[in-house]
């Protein structure tokens, strides 16, 4: 491939510089090969954790098809311009007229367009207006902070309906609150709520629907209904400050039992530690101040600033989705924030002896 | 006018000793005064030669960004130097390169193109170069001090009000100055294309660069001053802590989101449509045929300019605003897309009917129709609101943004550079290395921005320093990291053809590429006069169609062949037929400009790092600098009243009013300052759509009796001036220094009223956005008025020392007309903090 | 010189389309569109999400109907320069002459007149299928 590629480019600068350039069948067969590479890659893309054509939602699956048209459209259209194109460079002359070719400028720049624009614009809009129309009775109420997300449970309105189960499950809790991962139950709309707190972040869980922005000093709405369980990635897609790339969170999709059982979990609050170690270790977080910006419900009520930690170890990430739910991951952030988050709020804590760090890490990784 | 008969322009010892004139005239100051010429075809070398030195600059940064991205959780730099890096890029490719270089191109070639020695300012050019080097080194120079902006290219308030840092000073201001000198140059080159037009050239018969220029002057014109506006408010906020964009004293970042996309959106068009104009004038030439649907480029650039205002909430989409607000923009994101293919067609239809030669030029601009109708059809897609939610602020749009304006700039400057080559240096580019940058960059710029259409649906938002290694980014952001490499190839290689010592086997010989348009009537190399004799025009290509066209011009049978009076001299037309009215004496060499420059740039520098009795003492500088220049530069008496300008046709030597450039440079100046003004009032009534109670019910207002004293009092000083005009014209002067006199008078106590209305309410403009807003039109409006005091006592002195006499007035038509909008400024203003309070 | 003499010059190469003429109908799109958003963005700005958009709909159908009565009325004035001085189906408009040169505007003005109502036609079709402020 690399000798033949080679000898071709050596073939035209021999070809062009005597003035019979053959540069657009070439460019053709560059593109067609990016198309069919693009194609292929395309194929995988579906499986990625955090892809817009995944179609784990309902309002992602149908811009997703949406997409697919669209580019195919798109792509016929170029290659009928740029054919048009490079048959007006090597077509011999004088077949053409006056008129022809004030017709192509009518039909392909004017008629063609106009209609086919709006087609595209009729559907576009009918998508559109049908977007944040479903009823949700579950309600997610995520605020943007610096660099991490609060996010809060609730279901506004109890249904007094016929479905029992349905009835106690949303009774059951009020608000949970939680933090940096967001479980989602299949095949119900949920309402996110969106606010930010100091910059404007922006919330974006790929598979499941598109972004909405959270601007400080409004609510901005987003209802969305993801279909398929699994779990998905999440991400800020606006510029928020120093680690606007490392502000992710993990969403979990899940049957609808599960997730009303994991809910009801949720809203209990910290088991309090059983192993002598797990005391110590809850100890030390009061004493060395933690407790200050983390709440950690049944243990210590009064942190605000920081992320909620009542049940952190039953996500799957840690400091809003860069890395694994580990000990090893835990004792590095306690000890060195800013060397995994450049410009994390959090306070470092290298001062703590190591035993103390492996025993806060240990009293956190079992609050389950 | 073939050779007649007795015929001056037969004898060819005259015709020597005009052209020594001509040449003496027009020559370039030696040694380091060389950098005191205005001529357009120095200032517009320097000019395009920086922008390109910027946009190298940029582009460093831009591979930096593909290194750190090559792999996951690389870090090569920092977070924190990263997001320097990428707002420098966008910022330095936006406002250092793409829209500089449209005024750098066609500062160099308008004149050129319509066949005129030079555009009717060439002062006001050249102090725009200083500006816009002195911003632009200001603002990259940041960088080397740790100091650059890092808040994205389009500095979204809070994160840049409340954290910037001195970043966001600096890009605030230093970009503030560097539209100043966008502004300058669109009004340059708005009158240069309706008033310096050669004689003949009616309308439709100018060139289509013309109309391209004409049109994006104006957007310019309608999208630069909301920006201004904007960081007008941005700059108080930062400074003074006057809270437009802080919700939690009733102000609303969305404001500025608003203001920037304005500005965002026909930017784009500003930038794209100079370079297809360039398209315009090259596939002619290679296809050997006129444009086959002229009329449909000129509606298509025309449509584009106006749709083109209509788009600027896609860019905000995801703000959460009314779905039907987004259906609108929705719409005419849509309907923009139609004029635009038409252009498009237009040069489809025209090869199709030509017999195509195969150049370099032509191999860039086939390479930009492919890569421009692929970032079109993304455009189509992304401007339909529900595609926009995933792909908004996702490498998506990085890859549409690249693909739009690597199609519709990058590559039609290049092929226009290839093209156009001769006329600036008179040397011709290699062909080979031509081809060979073509496909390096080509081919480099697809492997790079292809994948990324992709990586941005597999969820990879924009402006991250880095990505995760398992989500299925990693073989995009290699690849596109590889082709960044290639496509740095073919810049190099480009730079090398551009910059490579040339020697004679380069040289360019006359009209090398058999075009039909005047530029190209240039003799080779390019002679400092600009143009031997200027061309009387009668055809669209009067190269191809009239064969006695080049000995007619180089033999001076056209007009103006001589410069008998050693005066630099141009020739003014009528705005539709383009008949004579008049020979313009255009100013040569002078540093005023450049100090004049160094000066203003001083004001923001120096306000940039708060030291404010430094910038006033720098203002009083600049603005006694720009008076010294205006006074021994501008409206100066003439010898004689009027000039054979050659052909039997004599013209006056001095117009004033509507007539004149100076009256239309004005307009169009004040045009634009009327657009950045209405930004404050639709700031006003922004804050009163989102909140129940706007003006608040408990606040302070200024009341209505001193907005109403201070509008009587201004629009006295209005009339005043006015009148004076009209006095000045009747030759009654006596009455026109006093009437004068008692405009200065009114407008300074209306200065004083304006004023007293929110002093003596107490409205303190860092408490609620309310006050802040009040004071910021009163602001705004006393100082526009403050200039026109300035403007009043600059005709006074004029009228005592006999620069303005009652014949020649044209700087009293200028302040007149000035006054005409500080009139309407006034009126919506009192209206506004006055009136409206007493309604809402 | 009589008054028809005088409509005649006028006609013939006169400032029934100088440039502001002809930028007429995209400035009436630009009207219209303008009126769309405030209508919508000054309504729903102080409405609940759930509100209807009664008053934006009729808003912008009586904006249209203007607006293409409007484009219709520039056409007519237009037709009658532009037939009048049509030759054959000459389209270049390439002779330099006053009469030309208002023939080409009215041909420019005309065509925007067109590319205007295409786009207002546009801006119009969302308040047909959305009907509430969310």
């Known amino acids: 491939m690399g000798r033949r590629g080679r000898f071709d480019q050596r073939g035209e600068i021999a070809i062009i510089s005597t003035r019979q350039a053959h540069f657009a069948p070439r460019l053709s067969r560059f593109l067609a090969l990016c198309c069919l590479a693009l194609g292929c890659l395309a194929l995988a893309a579906c499986d990625a954790p955090q892809s817009a054509l995944a179609g784990a939602g309902r309002e992602s699956a149908e811009v997703a098809s949406f997409f697919w048209v669209m580019l195919a459209a798109a792509a016929l259209v170029w290659l009928a311009v740029m054919g048009v194109a490079v048959l007006g460079v090597f077509r011999p002359p004088a077949r053409v007229t006056e008129r022809a070719a004030r017709w192509l400028i009518v039909g392909g720049g004017v008629v063609f367009p106009t209609i086919v624009l709006a087609g595209l614009l009729y559907w576009g809009l009918g998508l559109l207006a049908e977007r944040n129309t479903a009823e949700a009775d579950l309600r997610i109420t995520v605020q943007g902070e610096r660099w991490w997300w609060r996010v809060t449970y609730e279901r506004p309105r109890v249904p007094a309906d016929d479905d029992p189960q349905r009835g106690r499950a949303s009774s059951a809790i009020a608000r949970v609150v939680s933090a940096n991962e967001i479980r989602l139950p299949a095949g119900e709309p949920v ?134 739910m580990t000990g090893e991951a835990l004792v590095r952030w306690i000890r060195s924030p800013q060397s995994m988050k450049p410009g994390a709020l959090m306070p470092a804590y290298a001062m703590l002896p190591p035993d103390e760090i492996d025993a806060i890490a240990g009293f956190l990784l079992g609050l389950e | 006018m073939a050779a007649m008969s007795g015929d001056p322009q037969d004898d060819p010892e005259l015709r020597r000793a005009q052209e020594k004139r001509l040449s003496e005239v027009w020559a370039q100051p030696q040694g380091w005064r060389y950098w005191t010429a205005v001529n357009n075809s120095e200032v517009g070398l320097w000019y395009t030669a920086t922008s390109f030195g910027f946009m190298f600059f940029a582009g460093v940064l831009g591979l930096i960004i593909r290194a750190q991205l090559a792999v996951p959780d690389a870090g090569l730099v920092s977070a924190e130097t990263y997001n320097q890096v990428f707002t420098l890029h966008g910022t330095a490719m936006m406002f250092l390169f793409a829209v500089p270089i449209f005024e750098a191109v066609a500062i160099l070639l308008l004149p050129a193109i319509l066949g005129a020695r030079d555009l009717p300012f060439p002062r006001l050019s050249a102090f725009g170069y200083w500006c816009f080097l002195i911003g632009g080194l200001f603002v990259t120079g940041s960088i080397f001090f740790d100091a650059a902006p890092s808040g994205g290219w389009f500095m979204y308030p809070p994160l840049t009000t409340k954290y910037g840092g001195i970043g966001a000073d600096i890009w605030l201001l230093g970009l503030s100055f560097i539209e100043v000198a966008s502004i300058a140059a669109a009004v340059e080159l708005i009158v240069g294309v309706l008033k310096c ?258 990586s941005g649906l597999l969820g990879m938002p924009r402006r991250v320093f880095t990505y995760p290694a398992d989500i299925g980014l990693d073989g995009l952001n290699m690849l596109s990291s590889a082709g960044a490499a290639i496509a740095a190839l073919g810049f190099l290689v480009f730079a090398w053809d551009v910059l490579r010592p040339k020697g004679e086997a380069d040289a360019a010989e006359r009209n090398p590429w058999n075009a039909g348009t005047v530029e190209w009537q240039l003799e080779m190399p390019p002679a400092p006069w600009g143009a031997r004799s200027v061309p009387k025009i009668e055809s669209r290509y009067p190269l191809w169609d009239d064969a006695d066209h080049l000995r007619n011009y180089d033999e001076g049978r056209f007009y103006l062949p001589d410069a008998e009076e050693m005066q630099r001299e141009t020739i003014v037309t009528s705005v539709l037929d383009a008949e004579p009215i008049q020979c313009l004496r255009v100013p040569g060499p002078a540093i005023v400009t450049i100090v004049a420059a160094f000066l203003l740039g001083a004001v923001f520098i120096l306000a940039t790092f708060e030291l404010y009795a430094a910038t006033i003492a720098a203002g009083i500088g600049a603005l006694a600098a720009i008076l010294y220049w205006t006074w021994t530069g501008t409206a100066l008496h003439p010898e004689k009243p009027a000039k054979d300008i050659g052909l039997g046709v004599t013209v006056p030597l001095y117009l004033s009013g509507p007539r004149s450039t100076g009256w239309w440079a004005m307009f169009i100046t004040m045009l634009g300052d009327l657009t950045a003004f209405v930004g404050l009032p639709f700031g006003y009534f922004f804050f009163w759509t989102i909140h129940e109670n706007f003006p608040p019910a408990d606040a302070a207002g200024p009341g209505w009796v ?66 802040a807003i009040v004071w910021a039109l009163v602001l705004w409006t006393s100082l526009h008025v403050a200039v026109g005091v300035i403007m009043q006592a600059y005709c006074l002195a004029g009228s005592v020392t006999g620069k303005l006499t009652p014949r020649y007035d044209m700087d009293m038509w200028n302040v007149s007309l000035y006054w005409h909008f500080m009139a309407f400024t006034v009126l919506v203003t009192v209206l506004v903090i006055g009136g409206f309070p007493l309604v809402a | 010189m009589s008054t028809g003499a005088k409509e005649e010059l006028r006609r013939t190469s006169g400032s029934g389309t100088d440039l502001w003429n002809v930028v007429q109908p995209p400035t009436i799109w630009a009207v219209h569109f303008l009126i769309s958003y405030l209508a919508a963005a000054i309504l729903c700005a102080r409405a609940d999400r759930t509100a209807p958009l009664d008053p934006v709909f009729w808003t912008v159908m009586t904006a249209t109907a203007v607006a293409l009565m409007l484009i219709a009325l520039v056409v007519l004035r237009l037709w009658r320069v532009e037939k009048f001085s049509t030759v054959d189906e000459d389209l270049e408009f390439e002779r330099n002459t006053p009469e030309e040169r208002h023939r080409f505007l009215a041909h420019v003005s005309l065509m925007l007149s067109v590319l205007s109502a295409v786009g207002v036609l546009y801006v119009a079709m969302p308040v047909l299928l959305i009907d509430t402020c969310r």
């Not at chain 1, 030390?284 to 942190?303: K, N, P, Q, T, W």
């Not at chain 2, 209306?750 to 408490?767: Q, R, V």
Request: glycine share 10%.
């Open chain 2, 706 to 771: 001193w907005p109403l004293v201070a509008g009587l009092l201004l629009l006295g000083a209005w009339t005043a001036t006015w009148s004076a005009r009209l006095l000045n014209g009747r030759g009654r002067v006596a009455a026109m220094r006093l009437s004068l006199a008692i405009g200065m008078a009114s407008a300074s106590a209306g200065i004083a009223a304006l004023a007293a209305g929110p002093w003596w309410h107490g409205m303190d403009p860092t408490a609620h956005v309310y006050p």
């Open chain 1, 191 to 324: 309402e996110f709520v969106l606010h930010a707190q100091n910059v404007i972040h922006s919330f974006w869980i790929p598979s499941v629907a598109g972004k909405m922005d959270m601007i400080p000093g409004r609510e901005t709405r987003l209802v969305a209904t993801a279909t398929r369980p699994g779990v998905y990635g999440g991400v800020c897609a606006e510029f928020c400050g120093t680690a606007h790339a490392l502000m992710r969170f993990a969403v979990v999709v899940e049957p609808k039992e599960a997730f009303e059982t994991w809910l009801r979990a949720q809203a209990a609050p910290a088991r309090k530690p059983l192993a002598s170690a797990g005391a110590r270790g809850a100890d030390l977080f009061v004493s060395s101040g933690c407790g200050a910006c983390h709440r950690v419900r049944g243990l210590i009520e009064a942190g605000e600033v920081g992320p909620d930690l009542t049940h952190l170890a039953s996500r799957r990430t840690l400091a809003a989705g860069i890395a694994p």
């Open chain 2, 197 to 454: 037009r050669p004689p003949g050239m009616h309308l439709n018969l100018t060139p289509l660069y013309g109309w391209y220029v004409l049109i994006v002057g104006g957007m310019i014109l309608f999208a630069f001053p909301p920006l201004i506006a904007g960081d007008f408010l941005f700059e108080m906020e930062r400074a003074f802590d006057w809270p437009f964009f802080d919700p939690t004293r009733g102000g609303d970042p969305l404001l500025w989101q608003h203001l920037f996309w304005i500005f965002g959106h026909p930017e784009v068009y500003i930038i794209f449509l100079p370079s297809i104009a360039l398209l315009a004038m090259m596939v002619p030439t290679f296809a050997k045929r006129p444009v086959a649907g002229y009329s449909f480029i000129v509606l298509s650039a025309i449509g584009t300019g106006f749709l083109g205002f209509g788009l600027w909430v896609h860019h905000m989409y995801t703000t959460g605003l009314p779905a039907v607000s987004l259906g609108f923009f929705s719409a005419a994101s849509e309907a923009v897309a139609i004029p635009t293919g038409i252009q498009i067609f237009v040069f489809i239809a025209t090869l199709m009917l030509g017999r195509v030669e195969r150049s370099v030029p032509m191999l860039w601009s086939m390479g930009a129709l492919a890569i421009f109708v692929a970032g079109g059809l993304t455009g189509v897609m992304l401007a339909i609101a529900p595609f926009d939610f995933q792909a908004h602020d996702s490498y998506f749009v990085v890859a549409h943004l690249h693909y739009t304006l690597f199609g519709g700039m990058m590559f039609p400057l290049i092929a226009g550079i290839y093209y156009y080559y001769p006329i600036a240096t008179g040397k011709m580019l290699s062909r080979r290395l031509g081809i060979w940058s073509f496909w390096l960059l080509f081919v480099g710029f697809n492997v790079t921005f292809l994948p990324m259409h992709l």
